[in-house]
């Protein structure tokens, strides 16, 4: 079968928004979609990227535009300013937490998608503290899994192992941003790229005889 690589941040808006067409691609192309939360804070700097919070204000605001047009082109609700993404970073680890949950829920061979477009939902609509223990057990309950029993995998050797291989993996790849799909060793970012990502999956199909 074949994977499909998806690296990106539980913080990321724009892994948000990819969720529905991303679905729909991989249950059209019949791929498996590894899902790959990887330390962006610590990542990003060194591969040419530039974090929402150290930019001009201007390339902010445009950001902010950008948002607006992607909801409304979507319909998918999502706050411009949600109340639960820290302006000024307090713990360094509030957005890397939900990533390990969703790396904890894949490696028990649960729905880890699901969980993870819940856990972004949360955050960008539904003013939910995703960095708080009893949020992120409360959606994994809503969501059908074992909240509390993901929350405490999360600090596990295995989970923190793949973490730092997804993050080591991103480094070496060249990865600057979420989400960013990864096809042959080519890379696809952001969710306005998932036309080249379905394009590349045809592609790649026809060469295998699928």
């Keep these: 079968m074949i994977e499909l690589p998806c690296f990106y941040s539980l913080s990321s808006p724009w892994a948000y928004f990819a969720g529905p067409r991303l679905q729909d691609i991989v249950r059209r192309h019949r791929v498996k979609l590894v899902l790959k939360p990887y330390d962006f804070q610590a990542v990003v700097p060194r591969t040419g990227g530039v974090p929402l919070r150290t930019r001009p204000q201007p390339r902010r605001t445009y950001h902010a535009l950008e948002l607006d047009r992607w909801r409304r082109h979507l319909s998918m609700p999502l706050n411009l300013e949600p109340r639960h993404y820290p302006q000024v970073v307090t713990d360094p680890d509030w957005n890397k937490r939900p990533g390990w949950m969703v790396i904890a829920a894949q490696n028990a061979g649960l729905d880890a998608f699901r969980l993870s477009h819940a856990l972004l939902r949360a955050l960008w609509a539904e003013e939910r ?5 009893d949020v992120r057990r409360q959606i994994g309950d809503e969501n059908g899994f074992d909240g509390a029993a993901l929350v405490q995998a ?3 050797p295995a989970v923190q192992a793949l973490y730092k291989q997804y ?5 070496a790849l ?14 696809f970012w952001g969710q306005d790229r998932l036309d080249f990502v379905d394009r590349a999956l045809d592609s790649l199909r026809a060469r295998q005889g699928w």
């Design 129 to 133: 503290d995703t960095a708080a223990p």
């Design 154 to 156: 999360e600090t596990s």
């Design 167 to 171: 993050s080591d993996e991103a480094e």
């Design 174 to 187: 060249g990865v600057f941003g979420a989400p960013t799909f990864v096809i042959e060793g080519e890379r």
